[in-house]
């Protein structure tokens, strides 16, 4: 069994910063891939970035400059760093990740208000 547990949602105002964590426990022989995606209300969920196990990033054009994506490998966590929010940010966000050898796992969900 994986488990993934997210923290680090809230309620911000527009311009203002977040921090979203997500850690994964359990049977994990390695992880490889980790990502965060989004769903907004009435959309579908979109990639908002991804990194490999060695530290390679991608991210979508829409928080390119704003956002950061890393982790921690000893600590099985990957990070979200989300500065100069806007209200155009608000959506649940989601963990992913790719377990060697077991497959993709997601997380609960947090939610992130930008009020302008």
């Known amino acids: 069994q994986v488990q993934l547990v997210e923290s680090g949602g809230g309620l911000v105002q527009a311009g203002g910063s977040l921090r979203l964590s997500c850690a994964a426990s359990?049977?994990?022989?390695?992880?490889?891939?980790m990502g965060w995606y989004r769903q907004a209300p009435g959309k579908q969920r979109e990639l908002v970035a991804a990194?490999?196990?060695?530290?390679?990033?991608n991210y979508a054009d829409s928080v390119k400059g704003r956002f950061t994506i890393s982790r921690d490998n000893a600590k099985n966590t990957v990070y979200l760093q989300m500065n100069s929010l806007k209200p155009e940010d608000t959506a649940v966000y989601y963990c992913?990740?790719?377990?060697?050898?077991?497959?993709?796992?997601w997380g609960q969900g947090t939610q992130v208000t930008v009020s302008s």
């Open positions: 359990g049977n994990i022989f390695s992880i490889n891939a």
């Open positions: 992913k990740t790719s377990i060697a050898f077991v497959g993709d796992y």
């Open positions: 990194i490999t196990k060695r530290g390679s990033t």
